[in-house]
């Protein structure tokens, strides 16, 4: 009797490992194409990117169309490093409403994007654990959930957003933006914080946003930890913090 083979494009929920579709993770080689191609080849059988110890170069954003899972071995050893082309590292969006439940976890990404976030997160029910994104007091921002050119009353995509141990460092502007409709947003034991002066650790524009424990604020600079973009419209909305430290900030008038 003859055996097929199997192909890892047959087996549901697949490891893609970006070794084996030619990236090198010697930071010195354009690994672009070869991780593309691992994210789409997961995203045919809803499965996982794997990124074993190394530093990942890209010259162009990674995009993530289907539900599927980005993780390395810490977020230490296994890094992204995105600083060549002033674009998005990484963008997540659901044109069909099929990169829901994304998480990304164990990864790190160096970022010097001086207009752009590190990732861009349109898409519901993200979940974000041990991503660490450095951005060298040179890169824009961080972390953006939603989409920054549609007004936030008609943004609807980006929503039910959790992060956990998480570390957004070092950014010129936002370390994490909510632009959507949606609500439901939970940081857990995160670290958003800045050296450059009037930078803001995290700008809001919607209700629903929980924020426990961690650090958000300017470690050294004069930033802004939380502001709230409804309130700024005079909206009344929830936002919850709990046993949170906020470091060197400026009180908004």
């Known amino acids: 009797m003859a055996l097929t083979k199997a192909h890892y494009r047959m087996v549901e929920g697949a490891v893609s490992n970006v070794l084996d579709f030619g990236a090198v993770g010697d930071n010195s080689n354009d690994d672009t194409t070869a991780i593309q191609a691992a994210i789409n080849a997961a995203e045919l059988v809803n499965g996982a990117v794997y990124f074993p110890a190394g530093t990942y170069k890209i010259t162009a954003t990674l995009v993530v169309d289907n ?151 300017g470690s050294g600079a004069t930033s802004i930890p939380v502001q709230d973009f409804n309130t700024e419209r005079g909206i009344v909305e929830v936002i919850i913090f709990k046993n949170l430290f906020f470091d060197a900030i400026t009180t908004i008038a």
Request: negative net charge; hydrophobic residues 35%; aromatic residues 10%.
């Open 67 to 217: 539900t599927i899972k980005l993780f390395g071995d810490t977020s230490v050893g296994s890094i992204i490093s995105k600083t060549t082309n002033d674009v998005v590292a990484i963008t997540i969006h659901n044109p069909s409403r099929t990169a829901d439940r994304c998480v990304i976890q164990n990864l790190r990404i160096n970022h010097e994007a001086a207009t752009k976030y590190a990732v861009e997160w349109n898409a519901p029910f993200g979940l974000a654990i041990d991503l660490r994104v450095e951005c060298a007091d040179t890169g824009f921002g961080c972390l953006l959930i939603g989409d920054e050119d549609v007004p936030p009353e008609t943004e609807d995509l980006g929503y039910l957003f959790t992060a956990i141990h998480c570390r957004f460092w070092r950014f010129t502007d936002i370390g994490v933006r909510v632009n959507s409709r949606g609500t439901l947003y939970n940081f857990t034991d995160c670290h958003v914080s800045s050296v450059t002066d009037g930078s803001k650790a995290a700008y809001f524009n919607k209700e629903g946003a929980t924020i426990l424990g961690g650090q958000w604020g």
